[in-house]
């Protein structure tokens, strides 16, 4: 596990291998993501009308980024029947604030990284 890597949650390489190593557009997508978690984490509740799309869209959001394990928890919630959803659903919450932790890491890894030149 690399120094930026808090738990493991994502799979930086699979990013950089999206972004060609650019520091500046790996930025920015994860910008995106954290702005779509923001956007999209209270709709995880089956009272919200539209709590299967916020699921859907953090899974391809996840999958983007390398955070398999959210983007299998993601699926499996999206696949589940209402009464059976809430539990799924903390996994996901669960699952998204360690993506979310190790994204921070990440991002403050290449903002020290610019400093430096």
Do not use: K, N
Request: some cysteine; overall charge negative; proline content about 3%.
């Amino acid at each position: 596990m690399a120094r930026r890597d808090l738990s493991g949650a994502v799979d930086f390489d699979v990013l950089e291998r999206m972004t060609g190593g650019e520091d500046s557009i790996t930025d920015e997508v994860l910008g995106l993501f954290g702005q779509q978690a923001t956007m999209w984490s209270p709709m995880l509740d089956v009272r919200e009308e539209g709590w299967r799309d916020a699921v859907h869209t953090i899974r391809g959001a996840a999958a983007g980024i390398g955070a398999d394990t959210l983007a299998q928890a993601c699926q499996a919630a999206e696949a589940a029947d209402r009464a059976s959803a809430p539990p799924l659903l903390d996994r996901v919450r669960d699952q998204l604030e360690i993506a979310l932790g190790d994204v921070a890491a990440y991002r403050h890894e290449l903002m020290l990284r610019s400093l430096r030149g």
